[in-house]
């Protein structure tokens, strides 16, 4: 069975950071990887998703992951954050269901 | 279009009980899955149904059920509660069970068991 293992538990950075969230996967199979983002008091948004082709990933609100197959990973990354990036990532791999991550959390200061 | 609706928004239980959560599907979604979210960790995989049938099932145990009604829509029934089911439960769908759709989600339940 596939999982995910996302390295960091919490992040705290300053406005205009640049950001790489790291996560890696478990899983033999062709695979499909997510990042969602969860805002304080909200339900899980979709970021990015990779299913095949250009392993460089553009989502939304700036974000970007790169999947390298070589090292099992899908990392999350931002040039410049801003305060309101503050929430929860989750790193996610879908076979038949969808398996996530323990998360990491964002603070952005301002 | 409608997103994912969840109810009841907050539950507050007493150990030994049984609850009832639902899930109001996207519309054109066929496939609902749900995922317990405890306090400071990731959404971890209960179960799928897809087309009124279970499709999966994650590391819980019997006392976890699930159905879904001919309209897509879904329940997730716990009996016995635990201490330890308090937690956020959230519901997705996706337009089919296959591995390339992403999920719609709700914004959960949040069961507390006293």
């Known amino acids: 069975a596939q999982s995910v293992s996302q390295h960091n538990h919490h992040v705290i950075l300053s406005e205009a950071a640049s950001l790489e969230l790291g996560c890696n996967y478990s899983?033999?199979?062709?695979?499909?990887l997510f990042w969602y983002v969860q805002y304080p008091g909200q339900h899980l948004q979709l970021l990015l998703k990779?299913?095949?082709?250009?392993?460089l990933v553009k989502g939304i609100k700036g974000f970007e992951a790169e999947f390298i197959k070589s090292k099992f990973s899908f990392n999350l990354r931002k040039p410049s954050v801003q305060w309101s990036d503050t929430a929860e990532y989750f790193c996610?791999?879908?076979?038949?269901?969808?398996?996530f991550g323990a998360g990491t959390r964002l603070t952005v200061k301002p | 279009e409608t997103g994912v609706t969840q109810s009841p928004t907050h539950l507050i239980k007493t150990r030994g009980q049984q609850v009832t959560l639902r899930c109001s599907s996207q519309?054109?979604?066929?496939?609902v899955s749900w995922y317990q979210q405890a306090l400071g960790q990731g959404p971890q995989f209960i179960f799928q149904?897809?087309?009124?049938?279970?499709?999966g099932r994650g590391n819980f145990p019997p006392r976890f059920s699930g159905l879904q009604f001919p309209n897509y829509s879904s329940e997730l029934n716990v009996n016995a509660l635990e201490l330890d089911d308090s937690a956020l439960y959230l519901c997705?769908?996706?337009?089919?069970?296959?591995?390339?759709?992403?999920?719609?989600f709700g914004s959960g339940t949040r069961l507390t068991v006293v």
């Open positions: 996610a791999v879908r076979d038949n269901d969808m398996r």
């Open positions: 990779y299913f095949s082709g250009d392993p």
């Open positions: 899983y033999g199979g062709t695979v499909n």
């Open positions: 997705a769908s996706s337009s089919s069970a296959g591995p390339r759709l992403s999920y719609t």
């Open positions: 519309s054109g979604h066929n496939t």
């Open positions: 149904y897809y087309r009124e049938e279970e499709n």
